[in-house]
């Protein structure tokens, strides 16, 4: 009879355990990243009773194991480009400094004050690097945004369309360069456009457009600055370069291009910079002059003003010179039993004997899941589903302070009939 007693003990142990379980839970249905556990009963090992049938008398019950659910989470949108979301397997890496490595599914992360993106916690999250052309190097590491810039790049390519007017006139040419720009009468139409050398110094080209007396051909000139001194100017001409066009307007120079030497030595820029300036799909109309397109493809330097990150995981930064450069890639680590990490608090876990040991690989690779920026993943937890847990936990230790009282209620008894 006495066996009971214990045998309600080990029931109202294993219950108020399953409730604490289900209070962690209810308590963390906000925590973003979470991921809620589940108490698993088991038996306690049986008595055998002597005799020909060898009774067998339970126990009582105990919690053999509390198992993390690593279902998915909803992903919630938020205003934090570098809140990142985790939408399938997998866990984001971040280290301690001077401390161990880490994983955590909630991608709370910032930059530091030493230009580090960090989570919550400030340990530093793990990406693989990328060189200054934005191609993964394989090696894993911090990610440093502080002091990035974009290097400036040369103009090597200018491409002109423009019409010219079938109707104007024919002039001539007389200019040479000089403190001034060339006089309205020389030309027939201009058109400019700014170019970087390889220091990033913007420098304004113009192009002249000149009608010959050659029927349906043009000559066009191009003219800078040549000084470095803002207050002095120095126009260089180059030139002519011939636009020859059919009866139909359409131009018939094969190739339509044409390469211009510039000197920018008083920056400090390389010197020469051949430029090729492309005048396809040019024409000669009888309509005004007008550019229809231009572009080149040089730029200055630009500093970071915004970073996002794709659904690879790839972190980018957006530049003031309009370039968007790929600066690391999440990496992302599985485990072949993720339920038996080990908490660490924080939303952290720790690798066990037991998980086995990470594999990483980068977002949306075979077994990884995707990575969703402007995202967070909210508990797994289900409220409706924990109070049916916490009812049962309730009663099932309402029923085992039943057993003590009854089996109280028959050893009282036993004392009575002894009385």
Known sequence: MLTSLFTGISGLNANALALSVVGDNIANANTVGFKGSRANFGDILSQTLSGASAM??????????????????????????LDLAIEGDGFFVVRQENGPTYYTRAGQFRINKD??????????????????QGNVTGGIGDVYLAGLMSEPSATSTINMQLNLD????????????????PSSDQYNYSTAITIYDSLGNPHLVYTYLVKSSTPNTWDAYFTYDADADP?????????????????????TNTPPTTSVNFDFSGWGATTPQAVT????????????????????????????????????????????????????????AKFVAAHNLMKAGKNLYLESYSSGGPTYGAPGTVGMGEVYANSLEASNVDLAEEFVRMIAAQRGYQANVRVITTTDNMLNELMNIVR
């Open 115 to 132: 230009g580090y993106v960090v989570d919550a916690n400030g340990y530093l999250l793990q990406a693989y690097q990328m060189d200054a």
């Open 231 to 251: 207050t002095v100017s120095d126009y260089q001409v180059t030139g002519p370069y011939t636009l020859q066009f059919d009866s139909n307007g359409v131009l």
């Open 166 to 181: 079938s109707r104007d006139e024919a002039k001539t040419w007389t200019y040479t360069g000089g403190a001034n720009l």
């Open 56 to 81: 067998q008398v339970g126990r009582g019950a105990m919690i053999i194991d509390i198992q993390k659910l690593f279902t998915q989470g909803t992903l919630e949108t938020t205003a934090n480009p």
């Open 277 to 332: 300036i492309d005048f396809r799909n040019t024409t000669q109309y009888g309509a005004p002059n007008a550019v229809v397109f231009q572009n080149q493809n040089g730029y200055t330097a630009g500093n970071l003003i915004a970073v996002t990150v794709d659904q690879d995981g790839v972190i980018s930064g957006v530049f003031t010179n309009g370039q968007v450069r790929n600066v690391a890639q999440v990496v992302l």
